[in-house]
């Protein structure tokens, strides 16, 4: 976008011809043929999703009672989960859009990565959210008998519009690249092959085409933003709009924001780094792109804190009531460990480790990002269960599995399976499709595509 | 520690029973072949004087009015009655065989303002237990229009056909405005479509 | 075995007093009730007025929380009762923690433990103040953050205050437990346990009954007794008097016995809502626990101990 217009003699186009023909083969080598490790990964996901299934069949069977929710955690890890996936797919906004608006083009090559995180993501936020309902045959009443006060309400519009949004700021960019695999991998199965050609929606890379999906996806990169920003906003609010000390708070829809991109960022940095290694892709997604996803996560990591602070100091200046009690029980109390660790794995070390350029070569990197995703999954544990264990109210006389909260198996093999489930979405999308945008990590490099394909269109 | 209360009723009605029980004996000479023959008899009169509304209970044994006798004074309530006097204290017949007790200018009747007096000899010893009752539209006439009209209006707690209006507009410009976009996008693949055919043609 | 009769015997003692204002409506359900089936003699005799006037015996169980009584149809039991505004309060000094309102309710409603629509719980507000036991029903507040949540109006707040809960609405999202600030809300986590032949009683949101999985329940006020004059059970079954019920809108609540005027006992006793800041506006208040009945005894005894017992 911001490289110097050349024009395009025929030696320059040959040259730039040659480095596309590179780049593809380099990009759908991967896709020729799965290995054995590759195979054996897809299984591994599948058997973890059979037996959530398994799991989810005693939960319908039996009713939620197979979880180890009762009437005061009456929210567990289904819901931390959904928070967590829903925070994640906010990086798809946050790298193919904001940076978009920005005058980075580094991170060109990574947008994909974090547009099939984002879809994977938030489309699993839809399916646990149905998990955790005692009645998810009646989810029709949503639509039938919709009460448009309830922010449960505006999640489902919210998460629908941003489905949709992220499938298309994932389609769009990917026409030239199915148009490729179309034209390429000729020797593929018949469903994939009928599937590149449907899909491809007759990409030719005319002038008409490349101008359209250009404007298509500028207009999707506008709304985007204020969509991922709802989003969680609006995830937030089922909490924030209560009365629970701890949830009682106007810090909460900027505070889970914050947190997303954070987690999201680690995402694709672990990502990026698979696929780099994986797909043997370390030409196009180099160093120089962890050293900046790196210095993102400092940033990132800083305003996290920024906003916990505000979420846990301010309320553990005034100590007020119920409130006290839930800090105690957060700072020194059951769930001390967990909290102070989240905190410094999640937060506090990558933003200080990631000052170091050292820190921020491919591998230590993930190494940093590892924790913080686990723990931004910890974190919304911690967001969730100690409020319900902390309500105004004394828990009294109730049966002693009331007082606590531990996930059961079915619990987690649920979790587990919903997580397997967006690893499985990434894989196969990524088997399928090439997982680096051609076209725009070439016009990175002062290529543009669109006149080449004007040039060839215009010899044919 | 449950049956304190119950245990304590009982202990009161013992100490009752055996206190009543020689009064009775001493009281029989004088009083009882009245209360043998003529039963008293009880006129609830509801009445305004100088602008204070007032419930008169006149008990008589015949023409003889009663004194002393210890009358409570009721409102019939949806729920149980409501004693006149707090804390459900009797009113003690004067020498004319009258006891009577101000209603109050602010108590709630029905719909129409109506209420129902009732006034009780409750376990007398002479007499028993006996009681009028009559109606009356001196109640306060409690608007209950208020109360309908905050429950029809549009609010965040009512039900969802009854959502605030800008709830509903707001909702409503944002999302025609998004997927009005997201659709426009949608059709600009029928035209990606269309923009590579004419190429091949 | 001496308690459980004394209680008998009060409870005949009570419902007569409170059946007496509803007696002709009631003697018409107990004839659909006994049209409808034939439920097992408790043996234990009760007496009601018909509609007649007459006195007449009959046994306890044609008087249970029967659907029968206040077959309405769901849309209407959405507005509620006409002209009714109904209120509680509870007498903080004559709580001994007696539990019987919990029994009373859970047996009115055929709840089994470990759920309680009305729990009692010990409360100490400062440090230096005394302990006291306050029994906690839902407080159908004017300002129900719980109707605010509910995306499909499953729960919903009525003309005569009564929050309500329709379970076959209800989606299950818990979303209205985890915005009630109280803990009122209970959670059918297992298939409830039903008396024989429920399932193929009608449900209305008036009777909670039947319960379903998957749904969400609470202390329902007791409207299908309450259009009838009749005090609920937590009123009915306490030995020492400590709820008070009855309709704003006549200045006046009863527990039974005694009957107040309502505005006079709040001013008079200082009556507050709990957690007033919160701005709910509760329909629950509470008279401080001063003047006691009993000296505040520490209950040693947990008594809601067992877990579910279905799996």
């Not at chain 1, 110097?4 to 896709?31: C, F, G």
């Not at chain 1, 967006?422 to 499709?433: E, H, M, P, Q």
């Not at chain 2, 208020?146 to 409503?172: C, D, F, H, M, T």
Request: with cysteine.
């Amino acid at each position: 976008m911001n490289t110097e217009h050349q024009i395009l003699t025929p030696e320059l186009a040959e040259k730039q011809s040659l480095r596309r023909e590179e780049m593809r083969a380099d990009v759908l080598r991967p896709l020729e043929k799965i290995g054995m490790l590759g195979k054996l990964w897809i299984a591994f996901l599948v058997i973890i999703l059979l037996i959530g299934c398994y799991a989810y069949y005693l939960q319908l069977k039996d009713g939620l009672i197979v979880t180890g929710l009762r009437d005061y955690a009456t929210w567990g890890i289904y819901i931390s989960n959904f928070v967590f996936f829903v925070a994640i797919s906010l990086v798809g906004a946050l790298i193919s859009s904001v940076l978009r608006f920005t005058n980075f083009t580094w991170y060109r090559p990574i947008t994909r990565i974090a547009e099939i995180i984002a879809v994977a993501g938030v489309c699993w936020a839809g399916l646990i959210i149905i998990v955790d309902m005692g009645r998810p045959e009646r989810l029709l009443n949503l639509f039938t008998h919709p009460r448009l006060q309830s922010p449960i309400l505006w999640d489902v519009v919210v998460v629908s519009t941003y489905l949709t949004t992220s499938v298309l700021l994932l389609y769009l960019p990917l026409l030239p690249g199915i148009a490729i695999c179309r034209n390429t991998l000729t020797n593929k199965p018949k469903w994939q092959r009928w599937m590149y050609k449907f899909l491809a929606l007759g990409w030719t890379g005319t002038e008409q085409q490349w101008k359209i999906m250009k404007r298509s996806i500028k207009m999707l990169c506008i709304i985007i933003i204020p969509l991922a920003i709802s989003i969680h906003t609006v995830t937030s609010w089922l909490f924030a709009m209560t009365l629970r000390p701890g949830w009682d708070s106007t810090n909460f829809g900027p505070y889970f924001v914050a947190g997303a991109f954070l987690a999201g960022t680690a995402c694709v940095i672990i990502g990026m780094f698979v696929f780099r290694k994986v797909y043997h892709l370390e030409k196009y997604i180099t160093e120089v792109h962890f050293d900046h996803m790196g210095k993102l996560l400092v940033f990132l990591a800083l305003i996290y804190f920024y906003f916990n602070v505000n979420e846990y100091f301010v309320p553990y200046y005034k100590m007020k009531g119920a409130e006290a009690r839930l800090l105690n029980d957060l700072f020194s109390g059951q769930f001390a460990g967990l909290y102070w660790s989240a905190q410094l794995f999640g937060m506090f070390l990558p933003a200080v480790l990631l000052i170091f350029k050292k820190m921020r070569k491919p591998g230590i990197i993930t190494l940093i990002a590892v924790p913080v995703v686990v723990f931004a999954w910890v974190k919304r544990y911690l967001i969730v269960t100690p409020i319900l264990l902390n309500p105004y109210l004394p828990i009294q006389d109730v049966p002693e599995s009331w007082m606590n909260y531990f996930p059961s198996w079915v619990e987690i093999a649920i979790v587990s399976a919903s997580l397997a489930g967006v690893l499985l979405i990434i894989t196969i999308f990524a088997r399928l499709f090439p997982i680096i945008s051609i076209w725009e990590t070439l016009e990175n490099e002062g290529i543009e595509l669109e006149d080449l394909d004007k040039l060839n269109n215009e010899k044919a | 520690m449950i049956n304190n209360f119950r245990n304590k009723w009982l202990r009161k009605l013992f100490i009752g029973i055996a206190i009543s029980i020689p009064m009775c004996l001493f009281a029989q000479d004088d009083k009882q072949a009245e209360a043998e023959n003529v039963p008293a008899t009880m006129k609830l009169k509801l009445v305004v004087e100088d602008s204070v509304k007032t419930c008169k209970a006149i008990i008589m044994a015949g023409d003889k009015p009663l004194e002393g006798i210890q009358v409570k004074f009721y409102v019939k309530r949806f729920f149980g009655s409501l004693p006149l006097i707090a804390n459900g204290k009797a009113v003690s017949t004067d020498e004319t065989g009258v006891a009577s007790v101000k209603f109050p200018n602010d108590l709630p009747g029905d719909a129409n303002g109506t209420v129902i007096v009732s006034a009780k000899v409750e376990d007398d010893d002479n007499y028993g237990t006996f009681e009028a009752k009559d109606s009356v539209k001196w109640g306060t006439i409690v608007s209950t229009a208020l109360q309908e009209e905050e429950w029809n209006e549009r609010s965040l707690v009512g039900s969802g056909n009854k959502a605030p209006l800008y709830l509903i507009y707001s909702a409503g410009v944002i999302i025609i405005i998004v997927w009005g976009i997201l659709l426009y996008v949608i059709y600009s693949l029928v035209k990606i479509k269309k923009a590579g055919k004419v190429k091949k043609v | 075995m001496e308690n459980e009769e004394d209680k008998s015997d009060r409870r005949k003692f009570l419902k007569l007093g409170a059946l007496a204002g509803g007696a002709v409506l009631l003697g018409s359900a107990i004839s659909k009730a006994v049209s409808l089936e034939n439920p097992k003699e408790t043996g234990e005799k009760v007496k009601v007025l018909t509609a007649d006037g007459k006195l007449v015996e009959v046994d306890s169980c044609h008087l249970k929380h029967h659907p029968a009584v206040s077959q309405m149809a769901i849309l209407e039991s959405r507005k509620g009762i006409e002209g009714k505004k109904f209120i509680m309060v509870i007498d903080l000094g004559r709580c001994g923690n007696a539990r019987k309102c919990i029994e009373g309710c859970q047996k009115m409603h055929h709840k089994a433990a470990p759920t309680e629509w009305i729990k009692v719980k010990e409360m100490k507000d400062e440090g230096l103040s005394s302990p006291y036991w306050m029994p906690q029903p839902c407080f159908h507040c004017d300002n129900p953050p719980c109707t605010k949540v509910c995306p499909v109006d499953a729960t919903f707040k009525r003309e005569d205050g009564i929050v309500l809960i329709d379970n076959e609405r209800c989606i299950g999202c818990r979303f209205c437990m985890a915005a009630c600030p109280y803990n009122a809300r209970s959670f059918n986590w297992a298939d409830p346990v039903l008396p024989f032949g429920a399932t193929e009683e009608a449900y209305s949101p008036e009777t909670s009954f039947p319960a379903k999985r998957g749904t969400v329940e609470k202390c329902d006020f007791c409207p299908d007794m309450g259009k009838h004059g009749i005090l609920p059970d937590c009123v009915t079954a306490c030995p020492n008097g400590t709820i008070f019920y009855g309709d704003e809108n006549e200045d006046s609540v009863t527990n039974g016995e005694d009957t107040f005027r309502l505005s006079e006992l709040l001013k008079n006793r200082a009556g507050y809502r709990y957690l007033e800041d919160l701005g709910t506006e509760p329909r629950v208040y509470y008279l401080p626990p001063v003047n006691r009945n009993f000296p505040f005894e520490e209950d040693t005894v947990a008594h809601n101990t067992e877990d579910y017992k279905a799996i």
